[in-house]
């Protein structure tokens, strides 16, 4: 699916530059066709259309996310916590999110291998 149209790439590139902006809070379809003025149709097209290219995930909890946001969100966090232990509550107070959008990107960051869950504590795990 890498071979979009011009106009796709465009819209594409728009969302994701919209929910990379919303850091931890990526905008909902909704809020989305209320930013662009484009139908509900539109975005949900396009939002699938960037899961099927990689560029967008969707996680555990149903949220999507760019995935060069939860990349950057990883690396905000392995500066806070190095090594350190810390558990859904200091990702969601360090992000400003809800403790479920918190929980959903750190189950994400498990799956990616970039974080260790240890009960109710998880850690960054070192780079290869």
């Known amino acids: 699916m890498s071979d979009l149209k011009p106009k796709q790439r465009t819209f594409l590139d728009a ?3 919209l929910m990379d902006a919303g850091d931890a809070k990526p905008p909902s379809p909704k809020e989305l066709v209320w930013t662009m003025k484009v139908p509900l149709q539109a975005v949900d097209g396009i939002l699938e259309i960037g899961v099927q290219t990689g560029e967008i995930v969707r996680l555990s909890n149903g949220f999507r996310f760019a995935v060069k946001t939860l990349e950057r969100l990883a690396a905000m966090g392995k500066d806070r916590f190095g090594s350190r232990e810390f558990d859904v509550a200091a990702w969601r107070d360090l992000m400003g999110c809800s403790r479920e959008t918190a929980y959903g990107i750190l189950e994400y960051f498990d799956a990616q291998g ?9 850690r960054f795990l070192p780079s290869e």
Do not use: D, F, S
């Not at 970039?114 to 998880?122: L, V």
């Open 15 to 17: 969302v994701i530059g």
């Open 114 to 122: 970039w974080t260790e869950k240890n009960g109710g504590q998880r």
